[in-house]
């Protein structure tokens, strides 16, 4: 029999509800690791809506169900994850809730983080548990900055990523923006940007080519451009508009509180949440892919997940120019403008792939996922990591 698999705790956002890229590291790594997923709540309260009432039905559902259900219509389990749900109360403001949730995770949870060769947190809310377990190693995977995002507690988040930075054995952030903000809080870390899954994004190309061949004798009336992802207060508003003036403009993904003007404008197509699996022909259908975010503290940190993927479908990409885009300024468009925006739009809809950004893309073969986890894996074993 072979020695036993290194075993790995990850906190993050519930499993298989949407693609993260906690969750593509973890399915590559899940072959070499036994892997305990820690569905967790975030800092944000429920208000008296119907969405968030489902939500917290769901929530409280899948605290019922044991390991491995994970409490959502998600895929079979690989044999090497088991998902668990604990039972926590949401929100990290005040000091008892704190002490509350450190509690409840330490009963419900110190077995597997004491045999653990690492924990990932993607969120600093595990700060008080990582004081009652000191001797575990403990990764933070710092994918945002969360207290600049709309609707969150960003006062909580502070305090508990205060905490929690110094405890950490490691720190991994996924762009220059975050290392900065790490290190002004006088921590190394480790830069590791997102990947890409090739294998899901192949068949785009000539999907989409054999679209528009079917629709030569009867051209669109506009070009489609497309976004996906979530539809929130993000999005720059003037861009997205003036998109809608002159394209069809698609917004998939689940509407999380935007602008009223992007949630009730009739031109925008709004087709809410659709499974990952339908992105790729979502976006055959499209001809331009856009990324309309607008310059905003949340925005500079993040290191959008769509980008590399967008680039992977062959198809023109348009976007804002967020710090992380700008490094792969050679490979898309970068405007700012709303008009200019809706104007290079047409263009690139009118017009072949240009080979210049083509041949940008191809050094997109060492940015696959398998890559980034195999990167990840050496930084998350036991170490001496620079502090």
Partial sequence: MGAELPRLVVFADDWGRHPSSAQ??????????????????????????????????????????PADEGGHAAPKLHPNLTVH?????????????RSLNARLFDRALRPLLERA???????????????????????YYCVDDLAEWPGLDAEALRALEQDFVPRAQRI??????????????????????????????????????????ADAGHAREQPVAVFWGAVDARLDVPIVLALAERCELRLVGPLADPDPRVASDPRIVRTGAVPYADLPRLAAEADVLVMPYADLP???????????????????????????????ADAADLVDEPAAFATRVLERAAAALPAAQARARERLAGETWAEKARQFESWIRRSDPPR
């Fill in 24 to 65: 593509h590291l973890v399915r590559e790594l899940l072959p070499r690791w036994k892997v305990d997923w820690i569905n967790t709540v975030g800092t944000r309260r429920p208000s008296l809506t119907i969405a968030d009432a489902k939500k917290v039905a769901a929530k409280l559902a899948s605290w019922m169900k």
């Fill in 117 to 139: 060769e690492a924990v990932v947190a993607t969120a600093p809310i595990v700060a008080d548990l990582a004081a009652r377990i000191p001797e575990a190693n403990w990764i």
């Fill in 298 to 328: 949340v925005t500079r940190a993040m290191q959008p997940l769509k980008l590399k993927e967008y680039l992977a479908t062959g198809l023109p990409v348009v976007a804002t120019a967020l710090p992380a885009n700008r490094a792969w």
């Fill in 85 to 97: 749900s604990p039972a926590h109360w949401p929100g990290f403001g005040a000091g008892w809730e």
């Fill in 172 to 213: 991994v952030v996924v762009s220059e923006h975050l290392r900065a903000r790490l290190q002004a809080m006088g921590r190394a870390s480790d830069v590791l940007t997102h990947g890409f899954d090739p294998a899901h994004w192949a068949g785009v190309a000539a999907a989409h080519a054999a679209r528009a061949a």
